[in-house]
């Protein structure tokens, strides 16, 4: 099985002791895993509990009934998943990777808008970065929360998203002087200067 942030969450949190996913999702969210890691679709998360357990990574605990809720079955991580955890865990630590993310497709063809329209889209980016910030400030400064070892991957969301914040207000200061600018007429002298495919 490929590692994934979502199997690798999955693990982590099996690694606490044996749950049914509704309590592994349930988890994620109260400890914050979800602003790193997206648990917003439950199939995703049943779907890679499903590989977890074909790769031999996670077993069936039990399965549990109870009158009030739905039969739940509860799983619990095996020692091939406890190795291969940390395996996955040490790779994604120590090794950068390309990981795609959508903004950068989205800047390689701004020049698909006119610069009034890209600078209106990245002062409404930069807004909400500043937003995004703040809520993180605000977590990370709650002496009531958890200690800074479960917080590592907000300090390194925050210092992510301030390095974001600040090229998005440098590229938008560059539109708004000029610095950057483009038009129809460049864009296509650009495009014929490319040498044509062979």
Partial sequence: MRPSPLALTVLGILG??????YAIQT?????????????????????????LRAAG????????RDQRFPERTVYEMTEEGMRVGREWLT????????????????LSFVFALTPEEA???????????????AEIDRELANEAGPPRLFLVEAEYVRTVTAAE????????DDLRTGRLAWSYESIAEIARSFPPPE
């Fill in 91 to 106: 790779t994604m630590l120590s090794t950068p990777r390309n990981e795609f993310p959508e903004f950068p497709v989205a």
């Fill in 165 to 172: 914040l600040d090229w998005v207000d440098g590229v938008v």
């Fill in 57 to 64: 990574l996670v077993a069936v605990r039990q399965t549990e």
């Fill in 27 to 51: 988890r994620i969210k109260a400890w914050g895993k979800d602003q790193v890691v997206n648990v917003g679709q439950r199939a995703n998360l049943y779907k890679t509990i499903d590989r």
């Fill in 16 to 21: 606490g002791g044996p749950l049914h996913p």
């Fill in 119 to 133: 600078t209106a889209a990245l002062e409404k980016r930069a807004r909400l970065l500043r937003a995004r910030l």
